[in-house]
């Protein structure tokens, strides 16, 4: 079972992604249900990872996968804002692009495994940066329902913050993508 453990909590998040999209409506009283799911599955990804670690199961598989369920949650971030927040749809491509490059690099490059110091701040910044941004969304969301006042402009806001962000993360990884497809001409050649 010990085996088992990060991968069921990390495959968890496929169908909590899914379930957000289906659920999330900001205007009624589901958001509260958005918010527990959101909030279970910020909780799967943290623990996934951490007790493969500790338990010593850690695995380039694992990685794959928690990558893979990490992007199935953003596209479901990233939908349900199109939808309900007017995110613009140049962003919103942006960063569904982003994160199946970002898939891409990690499937195409083992070696990204174990991530390094720099990827991992990369990472953190950029996934952590996307989480709030889609938590004042649901927070804003949910004040707006409980009768607060418009709160558009925290999110243009929010969402500049994650466009910025998002437009440097891709530029960054269309570089690496780069110097790894020279890297492995070079090899060819």
Not at 47 to 68: E, T
């Amino acid at each position: 079972m010990r085996l088992w453990l990060p991968t069921i909590l990390g495959l968890s998040r496929i169908p909590l992604a899914l379930l957000l999209v289906i659920v999330y409506k900001p205007e009624s009283d589901r958001i509260i249900l958005a918010i527990g799911i959101y909030a279970l599955a910020a909780i799967t990804d943290a623990l996934d990872g951490a007790l493969a670690r500790r338990l010593h199961v850690a695995s380039y598989a694992g990685y794959l996968l928690d990558g893979f369920a990490d992007r199935t949650v953003s596209v479901a971030c990233i939908l349900a804002a199109v939808f309900y927040h007017h995110l613009p749809l140049w962003i919103a491509c942006i960063a569904i692009a982003r994160e199946f490059l970002l898939a891409t690099c990690r499937l195409l490059n083992p070696a990204w495994y174990p991530p390094s110091k720099n990827e991992r701040r990369h990472s953190v910044v950029v996934f952590g940066t996307s989480r709030i941004w889609f938590l004042l969304l649901l927070v804003g969301a949910l004040m707006q329902s409980n009768g607060s006042p418009d709160l558009r402009a925290l999110s243009w806001i929010a969402t500049s913050i994650y466009g910025i962000v998002v437009i440097l993360s891709f530029g960054s990884l269309l570089m690496i993508l780069t110097r790894q497809m020279g890297e492995w001409i070079r090899r060819v050649q």
